[in-house]
């Protein structure tokens, strides 16, 4: 079955930085746009960036040229590097794909952004 996994949240201070993985599993990893969303609390979950199959990433305007979303279609992962951490980028972030007709999460990983 699809797993998405995510790792590599904690907490940090301003001005730092986070690298997020996510490790797919279950599905032909390669021919599918990757996504990351987050969800801070009180809030909806938004998208983050994404990652098409051929490289392809774009990203919302609050994390361009703050965060970078990559993947390696070798290993079925897909990360994403964050930069210049400010406290509005705490949630939780979660790895996605639409695969097969549907859609998948995985369980989150936590970012906190806080002197």
Do not use: H
Request: hydrophobic fraction near 35%; charged fraction near 15%; proline fraction near 2%.
């Amino acid at each position: 079955q699809v797993q998405l996994v995510e790792s590599g949240g904690g907490l940090v201070q301003p001005g730092g930085s986070l690298r997020l993985s996510c490790a797919a599993s279950g599905f032909a990893f390669r021919f599918y746009t990757m996504y990351w969303y987050r969800q801070a609390p009180g809030n909806q979950r938004e998208l983050v960036a994404k990652i098409t199959r051929s490289g392809e990433a774009t990203y919302i305007d609050a994390v361009k040229a703050r965060f970078t979303i990559s993947r390696d279609n070798s290993k079925n992962t897909v990360s994403l590097e964050m930069n210049s951490l400010t406290v509005e980028d705490t949630a939780v972030y979660y790895c996605n794909t639409f695969a097969e007709l549907q859609n998948f999460w995985g369980q989150g990983t936590q970012v906190t952004v806080s002197s």
